[in-house]
């Protein structure tokens, strides 16, 4: 069965303080590894597809890698507005269309 | 704003009655998905429409849900009989996929459901 684990839970930062989010992940044949962000109350926005092992995408002060077995998801000098829980999520090769999720890292950065 | 959109955004409801969602897919999208929520994990699937079709429906989707897409275009979820373990947030995404190429899944606001 398709497997997706994050770590930390829960992740407290001071502004300025780099840092990286993991997720590994247990899947018969990766089609995909999927980073969203999800604020309270709202619904996840999707920030990278990563398809490959070596893979990096950036956006702003994010960056994420894929191997064959986790991705990262790394925070440049976070500011406040980072704050949020962030989702991984694979989707399988072998045809399903679904995402399969993590239960998330909840990232707080103070000022 | 062409992003997915959910109604209603709250519902509180009574244990045994039914509900319906409706979702509007970002219009060029030819897929469309539910997903649940509950707090502290992440979505889990419920099922999928590739244009009016549903070819694929999760376990946790018992028979007392039921989603359509007619036509294509909007998307409901019906939950019949509700039960307090109902509670969560129901969320709809939808993709443009040509073949079999894979399609970011964007997701809307969703629909905060409270069984009473």
């Known amino acids: 069965e398709d497997q997706v684990t994050q770590s930390p839970e829960a992740l407290r930062l001071q502004e300025g303080e780099s840092s990286s989010l993991n997720c590994s992940y247990t899947v018969s044949g990766l089609r995909g590894l999927f980073w969203y962000r999800q604020d309270p109350g709202k619904g996840p926005e999707f920030l990278f597809t990563l398809y490959s092992a070596g893979e990096e995408k950036e956006k702003e002060r994010l960056k994420a890698t894929l191997t064959k077995k986790e991705s990262f998801l790394h925070i440049t000098a976070p500011k406040p507005e980072d704050s949020a829980t962030y989702l991984c999520a694979v989707q399988a090769r072998r045809g399903a269309q679904k995402l399969v999720f993590g239960q998330g890292t909840r990232l707080t950065i103070n000022p | 704003d062409t992003g997915v959109s959910q109604d209603p955004r709250h519902k509180i409801t009574k244990r045994g009655q039914n509900v319906t969602f409706r979702c509007d897919p970002i219009?060029?999208?030819?897929?469309l998905y539910w997903y649940r929520q509950t707090l502290g994990q992440g979505p889990e699937f419920l099922t999928y429409f590739q244009n009016e079709a549903q070819l694929e429906k999760s376990r946790l989707l018992s028979d007392r849900f039921s989603a359509e897409r007619p036509k294509g275009s909007f998307s409901t979820l019906e939950i019949q009989r509700t039960e307090q373990g109902d509670s969560a947030m129901y969320l709809c995404?939808?993709?443009?996929?040509?073949?079999?190429?894979?399609?970011?899944?964007?997701f809307g606001p969703g629909t905060r459901l409270t069984v009473l």
């Open positions: 995404a939808s993709s443009l996929a040509l073949d079999q190429r894979l399609g970011e899944q964007f």
């Open positions: 219009s060029e999208h030819n897929r």
